[in-house]
Structures are given as C-alpha cells and as structure tokens.
C-alpha cells in the first residue's frame, strides 16, 4: 500500500489549502484514515482522522478551521484547511489503518506566512 499526499504550498495567513491523499496498491477499504503534522523542531502530532463510518475528529489546534472527508475516489481523503496560520506550518503525513497495519505517506510541506 503505497499513499501519495498532494496540495502543500505556500500561502499567507488566512489563506486556504487543500490537501490529498490517495491510497494505492489495495483494494480493502480502510478503517481510519489521518492527517498528522510535524513541524520543524517538534514531534508529529495528529490533526484529524475519519472513519470507514465517516466519524471525524480534531485536535484542539485545528477545529473549526480544518474540514476531513472522504475524495471521490476510493481510497482517498482530503483536508480542507481554511484561515491558516503561521502556526500550521508543518510537513503533513496522511496515514491510513487497517486490521491493525499503518502505512504512512511521504508528506507534504505546507508553509503559512504572516
């Protein structure tokens, strides 16, 4: 299973970014699916996760700002991320669950100026 996350960039505070995540190399549908982040200096932390039931949550950091939800296609999930701030600067993992195994995308830099 191999995951690609796409739509980082730069973009100034307030600004929004969406970002991607397709799963290839399965046809088994998830369990979990998740944004995490880690800035420079600092552990990842977790952003968001969806379920194969579409129950979403949040850290305390992103709520209210950032939107998960399943893509189109199979397999993929996104991260609406509306009024960015400096402070989510950060290269984003997506990682995806099932029956216990956790695969994880390379990451993409997202960078938020003020």
């Known amino acids: 299973v191999q995951l690609q996350a796409s739509g980082g960039g730069l973009v100034q505070a307030g600004g929004s970014l969406r970002l991607s995540c397709a799963a290839s190399?399965?046809?088994?549908?998830?369990?979990?699916m998740g944004w995490y982040r880690q800035a420079p200096g600092k552990q990842r932390e977790l952003v968001a996760t969806i379920t194969a039931g579409d129950s979403t949550s949040y850290s305390d950091s992103v709520k209210g700002r950032f939107t998960i939800s399943r893509g189109t296609a199979q397999n993929t999930v996104t991260l609406q991320m509306n009024s960015l701030k400096a402070e989510d600067t950060a290269v984003y993992y997506c990682?995806?669950?099932?029956?216990?195994?956790?695969?994880w995308g390379r990451g993409t830099l997202v960078t938020v100026s003020s």
């Open positions: 990682k995806r669950s099932y029956r216990g195994r956790n695969y």
């Open positions: 190399g399965t046809t088994n549908p998830f369990n979990v």
